[in-house]
Structure formats: C-alpha cells, structure tokens
Nanobody, 121 residues
C-alpha cells in the first residue's frame, strides 16, 4: 500500500507551536510536489506550504514568517514547523504529494487522511 500518514496535530493555545510530520510509505519510486494543505470548517482546502518541482518553497501569505516546511528526501518525509499559532490556524492539515509507484507505473496525486490542529484560547 502506498500512502501518506500525518502526525503531530493537537490542541495548543495561541502563540504556541506544533510540528507536523508526514511520512510516505509503500512501493514508491519517486515523490515530487510535496506539501501541506489545510481545511477549516466551511472553507475550501488551501495550500499552506509546499515544495515546487524545482525544489523551491511556497507559503500562504497568512503563514509566512511563522511556518517552515522541510523535507528529507532519503526518508520520504516532510515536516511543517508551526510557530506563533493563531486561532485562525485551526483546521485539518493534510499532506499531499504526487508519487510514482512501481505498482501503478504512473504518477498519482496522493493525500493523507489529515491531522487536526486546534488553536484555542
């Protein structure tokens, strides 16, 4: 089975920090375009931070200066360090990646199941 699994979500007070982790597993040949998205109740899913195909990073304006994305290509993991959290950061956070599986023999856009981040005062 090829999948992405997120971890590290939880409940935190405003100004606190959380670190999310996403691990890809299975018969994976290659991964590209890996990133983090989030979806709050009643809102559309939006990009939070991600790596482009060229290896550069993109951040939503709302998280610039507070969140940092990183990855370990050898371990097929991507992290999201979230600092100075605000109530408006509350959402389900999803890991996303385009992956090539030796089983599929094609590229597919894969999503994790999500991890809840709640910022409450």
């Amino acid at each position: 089975q090829v999948q992405l699994v997120e971890s590290g979500g939880g409940l935190v007070q405003p100004g606190g920090s959380l670190r999310l982790s996403c691990a890809a597993s299975g018969s994976i040949f290659s991964i590209k375009g890996m990133g983090w998205y989030r979806q709050a109740p009643g809102k559309q899913r939006e990009l939070v931070a991600g790596f482009t195909s060229g290896g550069s990073t993109n951040y939503a304006d709302s998280v610039k200066g507070r969140f940092t994305i990183s990855r370990d290509n050898a371990k097929n993991t991507v992290e999201l360090q979230m600092n100075s959290l605000k109530p408006e950061d509350t959402a389900v956070y999803y890991c996303n990646a385009k992956m090539y599986s030796t089983t599929w023999r094609t590229w597919r856009d894969i999503w994790g199941q999500g991890t809840q981040v709640s910022v409450l005062s």
